[in-house]
């Protein structure tokens, strides 16, 4: 497996591989990967010839106060990880390599941007929006590969891959979870074991609005009432935004309908975590 450290090394891997008639995938991570992750490259891997999986921690897309300097950062046991998974290549640049001294691009998806963990975390997805840029930009990947557990980053994107009229296909996984529930997360490692256990209150919360769906409910009020008192049952969480939504716009939606996305966003003690599902 190559490791790639510049934007000219990732593009030449690429156009080589495409000169040889193969097909490129991209899985671009934060690094600190687990099994969510691992699954992203064996999808990838399972339609593309070649896999390149990017690790960066991208200043641009964390607060002021937010966790950036803490983040986990296991880069050698990532490398492990990608390779077995099936990655051909590892993009690990430097932020100067990313974001030159001189930088003044940026990429905002209007509207979305202010939505949901955009509400909360101004900025975020404008940092989300212009690192994936220069991602697809720099690899020219016939595919890049997300996870839904990411759902209003994927919207976002969406958006902006049809308005920049990129080539790449953006394909959404499935959210891997632990045997209990929990959505696999880097910052799940933030918590103590009281708290994982209080976490888990999002995961149920998830099958309630579900299982409400399957039977029959279709009244967003309805269906967030009952996700509310899920959460109620952990005092200790404190609840960023629980909300119903049109998965392409991420505007509220009164009436639940396929297709539909449900979103919670929590703080468990320090760690905020994200959970979701699109209503079948």
């Known amino acids: 497996m190559k490791i790639l450290r510049t934007v000219s090394e990732l593009r030449s891997w690429s ?12 899985v671009p991570t934060m690094g600190a990967l687990h099994a ?45 990880l990608a390779q077995t998974a099936g990655a051909s ?9 990313l974001y ?23 900025g975020h997805f404008r ?6 840029a220069k ?10 590969f997300f996870g ?27 959210i891997v979870r632990e045997a209990d529930g929990l959505a696999l997360s880097s910052r799940n490692i933030y918590l103590s074991a009281a708290e994982r256990m209080q976490a888990l209150a999002l995961s149920q919360a998830v099958r309630k609005v579900e299982s409400l769906f399957a039977a029959g409910e279709r009244t967003a009020a309805a269906l967030l009432a009952a996700a509310r008192a899920v959460l109620a049952t952990e005092p200790e969480i404190r609840i960023d935004y629980l909300e119903l939504v049109d998965w392409a716009t991420l505007q509220p939606q009164a009436t639940a309908a396929s297709g539909s ?3 919670v966003a929590a703080w468990v003690g320090a760690t905020r975590l994200i959970d979701n599902t699109i209503l079948p």
């Open 89 to 97: 290549a590892v993009f690990a640049p430097s932020v100067d390599e």
């Open 148 to 174: 839904q557990k990411d759902a209003a980053q994927v919207a976002v994107l969406r958006r902006m891959a049809l308005d920049l009229r990129l080539a790449s296909e953006i394909v959404v996984c499935p």
């Open 127 to 132: 940092g989300v929006a212009t690192v994936v």
């Open 261 to 263: 996305l449900f979103a």
């Open 36 to 80: 969510g992750h691992a699954s992203l490259i064996r999808a990838a891997a399972a339609t593309c010839q070649q896999v390149a999986v990017s690790i960066f921690v991208n200043p641009t897309q964390f607060g002021p106060n937010e966790d950036f300097s803490r983040y986990p950062r296991t880069f050698d046991a990532d490398c492990t």
């Open 135 to 144: 991602l697809l930009i720099a690899a020219e990947p016939d595919r890049a």
């Open 100 to 122: 030159p001294s001189s930088a003044a691009t940026f990429v905002e998806v209007e509207g979305l941007s202010n939505r949901l963990d955009g509400l909360s975390r101004p």
């Open 15 to 26: 156009r080589d591989v495409h000169l040889k008639l193969e097909t490129v995938a991209l």
